[in-house]
């Protein structure tokens, strides 16, 4: 199905689409999925996704501004260097399961009890965030940067390669393993050997 400029969309399947117009101001798409699609560097510019579903698409340096997502799944997705801190803040809500997020950014949002399953998270800002009640499952988190996040109630038990600075970062009941403790001491100049 082709996407044409200012319309509302409910229940439809986009398969495999690889142009979206320039500049969607005010298209919506509700309860819609999108499957294999490639919109690399595509602009998504005043478009909302209600309850959207996007399966194995690649969305690598899409342009954000002002878009809504609420209640937006993501599944085996390529998201490289994308940037949701541009996006609408009201019912701002994403999870993501076997994606690749490496250099998003996440900064300001708010997005408590969101999931990120098996995702690659390499220097992906989330500074000045709200995690609370966020699951980082068997993420890597490498060069990722916390700061002044609220990670109250998060869950980080098994997340790799993390540095979060407990005094830079709210962590109040934030769940760790022993072994990503050692993620929590980095800043103190702490080296934690295994036995």
Avoid: W
């Amino acid at each position: 199905m082709e996407v044409e400029e200012n319309l509302y969309y409910v229940n439809q399947v986009f398969e495999k689409v690889s142009t979206f117009p320039k500049g969607l101001i005010e298209t919506q798409f509700e309860k819609c999925t999108f499957i294999s699609c490639d919109f690399t560097e595509a602009d998504f510019s005043g478009c909302d996704f209600i309850k959207c579903t996007f399966d194995g698409c690649n969305l690598s340096m899409i342009k954000f501004g002002s878009i809504g997502f609420d209640k937006v799944q993501f599944t085996n997705c390529k998201l490289i260097g994308v940037d949701f801190s541009h996006t609408k803040d009201f019912l701002f809500g994403v999870d993501f399961t076997n994606c690749i997020l490496d250099y998003a950014a996440f900064m300001k949002k708010k997005n408590r009890k969101c999931h990120f399953i098996n995702c690659s998270l390499k220097g992906t800002d989330f500074s000045e965030a709200d995690l609370t009640s966020a699951v980082f499952e068997r993420c890597d988190l490498s060069a990722a940067v916390f700061m002044r996040s609220i990670l109250n109630n998060a869950n980080f038990t098994s997340a790799i390669n993390f540095t979060i600075d407990p005094e830079k970062n709210l962590l109040r009941k934030a769940k760790f393993s022993a072994d990503g403790l050692a993620g929590l001491l980095t800043t103190y100049g702490i080296v934690v050997e295994e036995s």
